[in-house]
């Protein structure tokens, strides 16, 4: 597991992000909020499974909601009809991304 600063950093980082993603795919509010949770949680007990040397933190982060919500829709029998277009369609990031060694020390914050 990781340290909780490090969660919250990365929380503040993708949380926006992660959180639009799963609006964008579930049919509900309520299913996104769950989902985001869902993939918070998982983050913390697969922190130190994080590899940045196979991508970075945003990327591994917004794969888990992405699978999250699709696995949610798939469980509803709701996922054709908005795989289609919703998983292509990133939305915008608010920030400038982190420089590559922001990131990997990002990374290993987690892994702490």
Same mark, same amino acid.
């Given at each position: 597991?990781?340290?909780?600063?490090?969660?919250? &950093?990365?929380?503040?980082?993708?949380?926006?992000?992660?959180?639009?993603?799963?609006?964008?795919?579930?049919?509900?509010?309520?299913?996104?909020?769950?989902?985001? !949770?869902?993939?918070?949680?998982?983050?913390?007990?697969?922190?130190?499974?994080?590899?940045?040397?196979?991508?970075?933190?945003?990327?591994?982060?917004?794969?888990?909601?992405?699978?999250?919500?699709?696995?949610?829709?798939?469980?509803?029998?709701?996922?054709?009809?908005?795989?289609?277009?919703?998983?292509? !369609?990133?939305?915008?990031?608010?920030?400038?991304? #982190? #420089?590559? &060694?922001?990131?990997?020390? !990002?990374?290993?914050?987690?892994? #702490?």
């Amino acid at each position: 597991m990781g340290n909780p600063q490090a969660m919250r &950093d990365v929380y503040a980082r993708c949380g926006g992000r992660c959180f639009a993603i799963a609006l964008r795919l579930l049919p509900t509010h309520a299913d996104a909020e769950e989902v985001l !949770q869902e993939t918070f949680l998982e983050v913390w007990r697969r922190a130190r499974e994080f590899n940045p040397e196979r991508g970075g933190l945003e990327a591994w982060v917004t794969t888990i909601v992405r699978t999250r919500a699709i696995d949610r829709l798939r469980a509803q029998g709701t996922a054709a009809r908005v795989v289609e277009g919703a998983v292509q !369609q990133e939305p915008p990031v608010s920030a400038a991304p #982190a #420089a590559p &060694d922001e990131a990997v020390s !990002q990374g290993r914050h987690v892994l #702490a």
